[in-house]
């Protein structure tokens, strides 16, 4: 699933975002910004996957929470369980980043790394989506992997059903409408 900021979301940490959720529990929820791509390049914090990540080949800033950590998403080629890869729905895995690169890359369709997360506290986001602050849609592999990120809150938006695709047309600032 995907969350989308909806307009009433004005933390500029998470205005405008398109965020995956990777796990949610009774404990909390835990996502990474798909839309924040940083200009520092993967090979010059993590060399060995450079070769590996999704274009545009940059870090993305996945969120607020331990920034000076890192998330890898995966897309798997296959169903085949894989050391180093672990399953979040469908063919996207989270990759432990201390496996070597040797062993996973002939495995994976696309990577992408991200620095820090999106985390929420036991029934934080659910507040947060009842107050307003989210639309929760369904998500596409594609979403993670694309190169250009501009128009994914967008793009998400349009591909909605019935009249949450209308918000796709709305302005940034909508007195000016």
Same mark, same amino acid.
């Given at each position: 699933?995907?969350?989308?900021?909806?307009?009433?979301?004005?933390?500029?940490?998470?205005?405008?975002?398109?965020?995956?959720?990777?796990?949610?529990?009774?404990?909390?929820?835990?996502?990474?910004?798909?839309?924040?791509?940083?200009?520092?390049?993967?090979?010059?914090?993590?060399?060995?996957?450079?070769? *590996? !990540?999704?274009?545009?080949?940059? $870090?993305?800033?996945?969120? =607020? #929470? @331990?920034?000076?950590?890192?998330?890898?998403? %995966? /897309?798997?080629?296959?169903?085949?369980?894989?050391?180093?890869?672990?399953? *979040? !729905?469908?063919?996207?895995?989270? $990759?432990?980043?201390?496996? =070597? #690169? @040797?062993?996973?890359?002939?495995?994976?369709? %696309? /990577?992408?790394?991200?620095?820090?997360?999106?985390?929420?506290?036991?029934?934080?986001?659910?507040?947060?989506?009842?107050?307003?602050?989210?639309?929760? #849609?369904?998500?596409?592999?594609?979403?993670?992997?694309?190169?250009?990120?501009?128009?994914?809150?967008?793009?998400?938006?349009?591909?909605?059903?019935?009249?949450?695709?209308?918000?796709?047309?709305?302005?940034?600032?909508?007195?000016?409408?």
């Amino acid at each position: 699933m995907l969350l989308v900021a909806t307009p009433a979301l004005l933390d500029p940490n998470f205005a405008d975002t398109v965020i995956l959720l990777l796990d949610i529990s009774a404990d909390g929820a835990l996502g990474v910004v798909l839309n924040r791509p940083t200009a520092l390049p993967v090979a010059e914090v993590l060399e060995p996957w450079s070769d *590996v !990540v999704a274009e545009p080949g940059v $870090l993305f800033q996945g969120g =607020p #929470v @331990e920034t000076d950590g890192a998330l890898a998403v %995966g /897309l798997r080629r296959g169903d085949d369980e894989v050391l180093g890869l672990r399953e *979040v !729905v469908d063919r996207l895995a989270l $990759l432990d980043l201390d496996t =070597p #690169v @040797e062993l996973v890359s002939d495995e994976l369709d %696309g /990577l992408r790394i991200f620095a820090g997360y999106a985390g929420w506290g036991a029934g934080q986001l659910d507040q947060e989506i009842e107050e307003g602050s989210w639309y929760v #849609v369904p998500g596409l592999a594609r979403d993670v992997f694309r190169a250009d990120t501009t128009t994914l809150w967008r793009d998400v938006m349009r591909r909605q059903p019935g009249d949450l695709a209308w918000h796709s047309t709305r302005p940034v600032d909508v007195e000016l409408n």
